[in-house]
Nanobody
């Protein structure tokens, strides 16, 4: 079993910064990637960022340049540094694990709420 616990969400003013953390436990040592997704009220869940175990990163166009995903392999923790936050970034942010490159993201955390006020 894989357990993911997000933290770091909260209320922040537009233009501010926030760092989300995801602590993973269980069978994650051989995972291909960890990622962040978000879902705003009434909207579909969308991809935000991904980092592979080797450190390769990818971002959605909506956050590229404002967000940085990083990972501490020793601690099995992934981070999402978000800068220049905008109200449209308001969503529940979920951490997820993709065990194999041939698989989809299958393990999800409970999410952490990020609210960006104007």
């Amino acid at each position: 079993q894989v357990q993911l616990v997000e933290s770091g969400g909260g209320l922040v003013q537009a233009g501010g910064s926030l760092r989300l953390s995801c602590a993973a436990s269980g069978r994650t040592f051989s995972s291909y990637a960890m990622g962040w997704f978000r879902q705003a009220p009434g909207k579909e869940r969308e991809f935000v960022a991904q980092i592979t175990w080797s450190g390769s990163t990818s971002y959605s166009d909506s956050v590229k340049g404002r967000c940085t995903i990083s990972r501490d392999n020793a601690k099995n923790t992934v981070y999402l540094q978000m800068n220049s936050l905008k109200p449209e970034d308001t969503a529940i942010y979920y951490c997820a694990v993709r065990i194999l490159i041939t698989e989809k993201y299958a393990y999800w955390g409970q999410g952490t709420q990020v609210t960006v006020s104007s």
